[in-house]
């Protein structure tokens, strides 16, 4: 440190045409060896690197690191406000030198507590390794957590910035939980996205005896906004047997003369599980039977003209499953409910129906 400036300008000519090797020299700035905290004792402001940069290749070898970079990128950008997190304090220090060298004015630093995610683990390194790998199938992966990966998956951006700025800025650490997003976005989709029917594990239901020639179900596409309509679907009756798909986990529930709701359509007493499928008994048609023998109201599908949907859960786990044949209707970018099942984003329409999974 006690070297001359024809000394140090020699040394740091040899930096850039190659006498030095990575780890062989450093520039320092002279801040002092008197600092209070070691870290800020001539702290070190470039380095020598062989990588190669992804923009700029082999062009440079002499690089800055970051408190030296921020410091002139700041002055030079204007910025007069810096937000950054509490344990980012030395690198406040390391630009206040660099300013006080060049005669430039300070700004104001404003720093938070760390924000951990639960229940996430974000590391953009490792999204891109898994992107370049073809694991995932690009930053709209909803595993790499980006923003384009929150969009496709059918979060407003409005929702993300009012669950954000909810958590406000003080230098206490705050656990962020996705499900804080969920409700902020679940209150702004609600009212748009209609509702349709799905079945994500479909398990056959015959309903026997049943005394119509056909069932004709109309629920609503949106029980709080009537005016929207209803959906019609339909299910043919051949020989006293209806039939339909119920979800896995709805059967597992299932013991034989208990009583089920299939929602806008009928009730059925079980009558038996099988291998393949679950048979049951025309009960009735009123929901005010069903509410009086406690019935548990069920979604289902018709067995003929439901439609093949696929499902992209934020897990990267694709499932498929059947829902009713409205949902031929549907348009890329539309976000739907299934009942009892969750908000989804349309994704694609052909080749095949292809949803993301919002959240519940």
């Known amino acids: 440190r006690d070297s001359s400036v024809e000394e140090n300008l020699e040394r740091w000519e040899g930096m850039l045409e190659g006498v030095y090797g990575e780890?062989?020299?450093v520039v320092r700035l002279k801040t002092g060896m008197d600092q209070a905290d070691p870290a800020l004792r001539d702290h070190v402001i470039m380095r020598?690197?062989?990588?190669?940069?992804?923009r700029?290749?082999?062009?440079?070898?002499?690089?800055?690191?970051?408190?030296?970079?921020?410091?002139?990128?700041?002055?030079?950008?204007?910025?007069?406000?810096?937000?950054?997190?509490?344990?980012?304090?030395?690198?406040?220090?390391i630009e206040r030198f660099v300013w006080k060298i060049y005669g430039w004015p300070e700004?104001?630093?404003?720093?938070?507590g760390i924000?951990?995610?639960?229940?996430?683990?974000?590391?953009?390194?490792?999204?891109?390794?898994?992107?370049?790998?073809?694991?995932?199938?690009g930053w709209s992966d909803p595993r790499t957590w980006s923003l384009q990966s929150l969009q496709r998956r059918g979060i407003k951006p409005e929702a993300l910035r009012a669950s954000i700025l909810s958590l406000g800025l003080s230098l206490i650490d705050v656990e962020y939980s996705p499900e804080s997003l969920y409700a902020v976005n679940r209150r702004m989709i609600d009212p748009e996205a209609d509702r349709y029917f799905f079945v994500e594990k479909p398990v056959k239901l015959l309903v026997e005896e049943v005394p119509v020639g056909k069932l004709v179900a109309h629920p609503p596409l949106h029980p709080d906004f009537p005016e929207r309509g209803t959906r019609t679907v339909e299910v043919d009756v051949k020989d006293g047997c209806a039939e339909v798909y119920v979800d896995e986990r709805d059967v597992a529930k299932m013991s034989e003369g208990d009583v089920f709701r299939l929602k806008d359509l009928l009730n059925f007493k079980v009558e038996e599980k099988r291998e393949k499928g679950v048979v049951g008994v025309f009960h009735s048609l009123s929901v005010s039977d069903a509410r009086a023998c406690r019935a548990p109201i069920i979604h289902w599908v018709p067995s003929e003209g439901c439609l093949k949907v696929k499902v992209v859960k934020p897990d990267g786990e694709i499932v498929e499953g059947l829902s009713e044949p409205d949902c031929r209707k549907l348009t890329r970018n539309k976000l739907?409910?299934?009942?009892?099942?969750?908000?989804?984003?349309?994704?694609?329409?052909?080749?095949?129906?292809?949803?993301?999974?919002t959240h519940n």
């Open 23 to 25: 780890g062989d020299a």
């Open 336 to 357: 739907v409910q299934f009942e009892r099942y969750g908000f989804c984003r349309v994704d694609s329409v052909e080749p095949e129906v292809i949803l993301f999974f």
């Open 115 to 137: 924000i951990t995610f639960k229940g996430l683990k974000l590391s953009k390194t490792e999204a891109r390794k898994n992107i370049e790998k073809g694991v995932y199938m």
């Open 56 to 93: 700029v290749g082999s062009k440079y070898r002499v690089w800055p690191l970051l408190e030296f970079s921020w410091a002139i990128d700041d002055h030079l950008l204007g910025i007069t406000h810096i937000l950054r997190g509490k344990d980012l304090v030395k690198e406040d220090a």
């Open 48 to 54: 020598i690197s062989e990588r190669e940069h992804p």
């Open 107 to 112: 700004v104001e630093f404003i720093h938070y």
